[in-house]
């Protein structure tokens, strides 16, 4: 009997944005569920607009799981992941042992499928780096939205992924933020 997916299925309980106050807790099962949705356009958007090469649906699998291991480590926040390089280094073994118990949860004939999804490990930098992309925008995206709620705990959260992603030398992220991020300011009303 593998716990693999009961485990992962508790991906709703774990809170992000820890540190600040939420007028809508996001759990990392719903940001794992956008951050795919954002890597699988920003790869659709690299190959129509850019002649890029992407593989989308490589690149919306591995977004799927790119939190997975959250389920044991919970969601450290980012100023204490990022603090220092000792914390850092830190974590990155603290969140290779949660991955390798959950593959570990996993039978023989399907570990290697999830091994590669889990750590990452087969994804080449550029997906890598639309998956991290991807990450950061959803990141932005509940910055908005807790700003458009009236929640000023985000603003400056919000400036600084805004200026971290306007640095981005990815022009599919260019493109999405020009193309798509207007719309999150939006009423229900305004939408339709």
Not at 17 to 33: A, D, F, P, V, Y
Request: aromatic share 10%; proline share 3%; glycine share 4%.
């Amino acid at each position: 009997m593998s716990h693999f997916f009961a485990y992962l299925s508790r991906m709703k309980y774990i809170k992000r944005w820890g540190l600040m106050r939420n007028t809508k807790e996001e759990n990392i099962q719903e940001h794992s569920l956008q951050t795919a949705m954002v890597a699988h356009a920003l790869a659709l958007i690299k190959n129509k607009m850019f002649n890029g090469k992407a593989n989308p649906e490589r690149i919306l699998a591995y977004a799927v799981y790119h939190e997975a291991g959250e389920v044991i480590t919970g969601d450290l926040a980012t100023p204490i992941k990022y603090y220092n390089p000792e914390i850092n280094k830190a974590y990155k073994k603290i969140e290779a042992v949660a991955v390798k118990k959950l593959l570990g949860m996993l039978p023989e004939e399907l570990k290697g499928e999830y091994t590669g999804l889990l750590e990452l490990q087969s994804a080449n930098e550029e997906e890598r780096a639309i998956i991290k992309a991807a990450d950061k925008i959803c990141a932005y995206l509940k910055c908005v939205e807790e700003l458009k709620a009236g929640n000023g705990e985000f603003k400056k959260a919000k400036a600084t992924i805004e200026k971290e992603l306007k640095q981005s030398p990815l022009p599919e992220v260019k493109y999405f933020l020009q193309e798509f991020v207007q719309s999150f300011d939006l009423t229900l009303d305004e939408l339709n």
